[in-house]
């Protein structure tokens, strides 16, 4: 089992055609994901080897699941297309897109998120963000499949690169599905989601959460953790050293005032039972434990 993706998962590659899009789709592909077209429009009808695999290329969304029977995609376009890529497959009702893409505007992406709520038939995943890997199954966006393997710990972060660094350094206990949901001021999935899939997929036992500084988003979380999870979680949250009103890192990581700090959320989830690690490694520690007891 995993959560969102798994080995029946047909995936699309939206920007297929592009530098970015061409190197992660020929990374995806040696991890295993199944990709069975691209979309670019007015490039279609193109057929594009990538490292021996022939791959087709369409104009739309809604043309290449009519072809392929698609049920993913993943957007490598750049920002200023990326609305348009996310109501084109929104409009084919694919079940996940997952939007990889950096720097889109905030009201674009309120405007693809509402469209998405108002269809009811499509997760979003992202925007800024780098995808979710089920290991040994599917590899949907630019995490690195080889820093681990199968396992059944499930993780959840706002964070690309302490994403890459929890995964291995559990890599000897391995992940069921790890998420990265982004870091942006709107996200289609949200921390909540992800922990309430692990809770229900019997093949996770523990919970890995990464949050970070701004909005109240890992606040959100321990209300749910201490409503609905009795799987154990453990927590980290990237910005302790952060000074106040200052921008770090993602577009949605700004403190203000004692709105957002690493220290109230920190306070927030121990107090429904989550161990909080200062550092990613005395979490992954903590996890270790648990996991070992």
């Known amino acids: 089992m995993a959560i969102f993706i798994n080995e029946n998962s047909k995936v699309l590659v939206q920007g297929m055609t592009g530098s970015e899009g061409t190197k992660h789709t020929k990374r995806m592909l040696a991890s295993g994901t199944n990709i069975v077209g691209g979309v670019t429009p007015g490039k279609g009808g193109q057929v594009v080897d990538m490292d021996g695999q022939q791959i087709p290329v369409f104009n739309s969304v809604s043309e290449a699941v009519a072809a392929t029977g698609a049920n ?3 957007i490598f376009v750049p920002p200023k297309f990326a609305k348009a890529a996310v109501i084109d497959a929104i409009d084919a009702a694919l079940p996940i897109v997952v939007v ?3 720097g889109i505007p905030v009201h674009d992406s309120a405007a693809f998120y509402a469209y998405a709520e108002s269809k009811g038939t499509t997760r979003l995943i992202g925007p800024n963000c780098p995808g979710l890997i089920s290991p040994g199954k599917s590899n949907i966006g630019i995490i690195p499949a080889d820093i681990t393997g199968p396992g059944r710990i499930g993780l959840v972060s706002k964070s690309g ?7 291995y350094e559990l890599r000897d206990f391995g992940f069921s599905t790890a998420v990265g949901i982004g870091g942006d001021p709107i996200i289609g999935t949200t ?9 229900d997929d019997p093949d ?3 919970i890995v959460m990464i949050g970070e500084i701004g909005g109240d988003a890992e606040e959100r979380a321990a209300a749910f953790i201490g409503e609905y999870v009795t799987k154990p979680v453990v927590g980290y949250v990237a910005g302790f050293t952060a000074p106040e009103g200052k921008t770090m890192g993602h577009a949605g990581a700004i403190v203000s005032g004692s709105s957002g700090t690493a220290a109230a959320k920190k306070e927030a989830l121990e107090a429904v039972g989550v161990a909080v690690g200062k550092t990613p490694s005395e979490t992954a520690a903590l996890m270790r434990k648990i996991l070992q007891g």
């Open 161 to 167: 690169t302490l994403t890459y660094q929890m995964m």
């Open 191 to 199: 921390h909540i989601d992800c922990l309430r899939a692990f809770q």
């Open 204 to 206: 996770t036992d523990a």
């Open 72 to 74: 993913a995609s993943v």
């Open 100 to 102: 990889i893409t950096e």
